[in-house]
T-cell receptor
């Protein structure tokens, strides 16, 4: 039981490049989330998916898109990376409607030059 | 929408002393309050949670208290140890909602 996994662990991009961050969970959770955490800061919700086939914007969605590929997988795409998107990205999953606990992946460190 | 405020932002205590971190929330419908610990370079991990039908919960050296009337909840760590040094996040959610709202975090340092 791997829990929540993320790939890649670390990525360097040039301004304007695109990339997709992958997330998968094997806990049969309904909900999945993408957060960003800037140095010394808290967690800010980018997008979330309450169930397969649905996605909703969080606090800071601009510059990102998401896809809930199936119940297990939730990807985050940066279409045209900007230096302001340099951050650590965490994926999380939880069980909707059950006073859910969220379980986090190990994170992806992204540097945009 | 829900807003969670967390204090203090930094806290330094002598090893062996107690540490208390406080949070307030705005939405009276919130009924689930988890606490996460994040060590340097690691992912946030759940350390304890409390539901609205309970006023206090303990797990060894960690306890959480909830005052629904005042919309306050607190994390108490007793007999602090070096491995307690980390950033702690409180959070609040409504069971019918699909997301939880995090506080801004408290960086706890344990002095030897």
């Amino acid at each position: 039981n791997a829990g929540v996994t993320q790939t890649p662990k670390f990525q360097v991009l040039k301004t304007g490049q695109s990339m997709t961050l992958q997330c998968a969970q094997d806990m049969n959770h309904n909900s999945m989330y993408w957060y960003r955490q800037d140095p010394g800061m808290g967690l800010r919700l980018i997008y979330y998916s309450a169930s397969e086939g649905t996605t909703d914007k969080g606090e800071v969605p601009n510059g990102y898109n998401v896809s809930r590929l199936n119940k297990r997988e939730f990807s985050l795409r940066l279409e045209s990376a900007a230096p302001s998107q340099t951050s650590v990205y965490f994926c999380a999953s939880g069980q909707t409607g059950d006073q859910e606990t969220q379980y986090f992946g190990p994170g992806t460190r992204l540097l945009v030059l | 929408g829900e807003n969670v405020e967390q204090h203090p932002s930094t806290l330094s205590v002598q090893e062996g002393d107690s540490a208390v971190i406080k949070c307030t929330y705005s939405d009276s419908a919130s009924n689930y309050f988890p606490w996460y610990k994040q060590e340097l370079g690691k992912r946030p991990q759940l350390i304890i949670d409390i539901r609205s039908n309970v006023g206090e919960k303990k797990d060894q050296r960690i306890a959480v208290t909830l005052n629904k009337t005042a919309k306050h909840f607190s994390l108490h760590i007793t007999e602090t140890q070096p491995e307690d040094s980390a950033v702690y996040f409180c959070a609040a959610s409504i069971s019918s909602a699909s997301k939880i709202i995090f506080g801004s975090g408290t960086r706890l340092s344990i002095r030897p």
